[in-house]
């Protein structure tokens, strides 16, 4: 590992974020990751693949340290045998020369990247397109003729660029999608070779590649050539058995199957790809982290016919030896993926928890605002009682000492009204016959200011500012009929009451109380 330093200050919020995670997810010290993550342009996902596919955390320095502890390498000849006595370190799986890697390919069909010429030049370049039409009808021909024509021209020009367009050349196939050209081999094979019991990925060869190697699975790569005399015998004699059969299928094998006509694109592609020189060809792909990028390499290697049980022991060899390795990387996914759930199981709970915690506090200040509010409206009301029976004390006080007195004997016409109070006491007063009701009134409710045991009334005493008075009770006039007194009406004492009258001093309440009392009355 460098030597190198780095201070995490000068790390971006970003950065560090990435080693935080990095570090939590493979438990490796922040010397050993950094490097790991500055190859990987600080991103994560990339990182954590390149450890877990086996990728040192700095490969120049592992490589200096193995070439000056290890001894001079010997010739590949000498290190392929067992009885050269090498001194070097055993051949580990992914050392096997049969190990070739399976790039991921992705075509793009020729409808997609061909443009239209405009309708002048199409007119120009038509006699051209109907030449070539007829020369390449005339090669087809040709070729059904003479099928050793196609197997010469395909090794003359293997090595040359011009090969995937001489091969298109001899086939009127329509260029399509992926997984509409797996469907259209399937659907052709089919036809030809009648029901198959191959469990064929309706996919392209990517997305089989993809998952391949996203669960750990082996890839079987079929191609076949239609052109071919050995293709019909292989399909029907080897591919086809019982055993072979029920050896794809086997689960425990745990194998995918994917194929296709070197007459398409992507199949012809993925020919080349893989060095197929031979048809029929099958290759077996699997994960092997330590030879490249995909991390994908061919394994095993079957071209040509042979018998089924051949196949069979060529495709358990090459499974047997890769089933180890790929276990313990299955182990290793498995942990990670654990790991990953159990992070994410406690973060979940974590977050539950936050959200417990926030509703509580929401819950707790609601409650503390809705008691902080009943309490400042308390308080408010109580002001307010305090403040109205502070001003209707004053006011009594000063309604008191604008009350007329009590007319003396004199005075033949005054009206004499008894009042009983609340409280139970009976008071007589006698009035001048031109008093208002309201005076009245106002007699009732300064009784207390007036009452000889109490102080007598403060003739200093002005009016309370902003404040509107109301009397809070009536007079009744018990005898039948019985009437209300009311302040509404107006008049003089003599007009409402007469010479004498007995009055009840009954506290008013509203018109619903009233409709309740008369209501139990009847």
């Not at 120049?60 to 001894?71: E, F, T, Y």
């Not at 050995?230 to 689960?251: A, C, G, H, Q």
């Not at 005054?414 to 139970?424: E, F, H, N, Q, Y």
């Not at 009744?476 to 009258?501: C, F, N, Q, Y």
Request: with cysteine; net charge negative.
């Amino acid at each position: 590992m460098s030597d190198a330093k780095v201070d995490l200050g000068d790390l971006t919020e970003s950065q560090q974020l990435a080693l935080q995670q990095f570090t939590s997810m493979t438990d490796q010290d922040l010397e050993s990751a950094l490097p790991i993550l500055q190859r990987s342009q600080w991103n994560v996902q990339i990182a954590i693949a390149k450890f877990f596919d086996g990728e040192s955390s700095d490969p120049v320095a592992d490589a200096l340290a193995s070439s000056s502890s290890a001894p001079p390498p010997r010739p590949a000849v000498h290190r392929e045998t067992l009885i050269n006595g090498s001194t070097s370190r055993p051949p580990t799986w992914t050392d096997s020369p049969n190990f070739h890697p399976a790039p991921r390919i992705v075509p793009q069909p020729e409808a997609q990247v061909t443009s239209r010429l405009s309708f002048i030049l199409a007119l120009l370049f038509t006699p051209f397109n109907i030449l070539s039409r007829l020369l390449a009808s005339s090669f087809g021909l040709f070729s059904h003729m003479f099928p050793f024509l196609p197997r010469l021209c395909a090794f003359l020009f293997f090595h040359s660029s011009t090969r995937a367009g001489s091969l298109r050349s001899t086939s009127n196939r329509r260029s399509l999608n992926p997984r509409d050209t797996a469907a259209r081999f399937i659907r052709e094979f089919e036809e030809e070779y009648g029901s198959s019991e191959i469990p064929f990925l309706e996919c392209g060869y990517a997305q089989a590649l993809d998952r391949a190697q996203k669960n750990l699975e082996f890839l079987l790569v079929i191609l076949i050539s239609p052109e071919h005399d050995d293709t019909s015998s292989y399909v029907r004699e080897t591919l086809l058995s019982p055993e072979v059969v029920d050896f794809i299928k086997n689960p425990q094998n745990n194998i995918i199957v994917w194929a296709g006509s070197v007459q398409d694109s992507e199949a012809y592609q993925v020919s080349t790809a893989l060095n197929c020189t031979k048809f029929p060809f099958t290759a077996l792909i699997a994960h092997t982290p330590r030879t490249g990028s995909t991390a994908m390499s061919a394994v095993a290697r079957l071209a040509g016919p042979m018998p089924p049980a051949t196949f069979i022991a060529k495709l358990q060899n090459s499974i047997a030896q890769c089933s180890e390795p790929l276990e313990r990387v299955r182990v290793a996914r498995a942990t990670q993926q654990a790991d990953r759930d159990l992070r994410a199981s406690q973060n979940a709970a974590f977050e539950r928890s936050l959200a417990q915690d926030r509703e509580r506090t929401r819950l707790r200040r609601e409650a503390e605002a809705a008691k902080e509010l009943a309490e400042r409206e308390a308080r408010e009301r109580a002001e307010t009682e305090e403040r109205r029976l502070r001003n209707l004390e004053q006011w009594r006080k000063w309604r008191a000492g604008l009350l007329r007195p009590e007319p003396g004997p004199d005075v033949k016409d005054a009206t004499r009204v008894s009042l009983k109070m609340p409280s139970g006491d009976r008071v007589v007063r006698k009035f001048a016959p031109d008093t208002d009701v309201e005076e009245l009134y106002a007699f009732v409710e300064c009784y207390d200011s007036l009452n000889p045991g109490s102080a007598s009334a403060d003739l200093t005493v002005k009016q309370p500012e902003n404040f509107e008075h109301n009397y809070g009770f009536r007079l009744i006039d018990p005898l039948p009929p019985r009437r209300v007194l009311d302040l509404e009406t107006g008049g003089t004492v003599k007009d409402r009451i007469g010479r004498s009258a007995n009055l009840f001093v009954e506290e008013d309440v509203g018109e619903e109380d009233v409709g309740e009392e008369e209501g139990e009355e009847e």
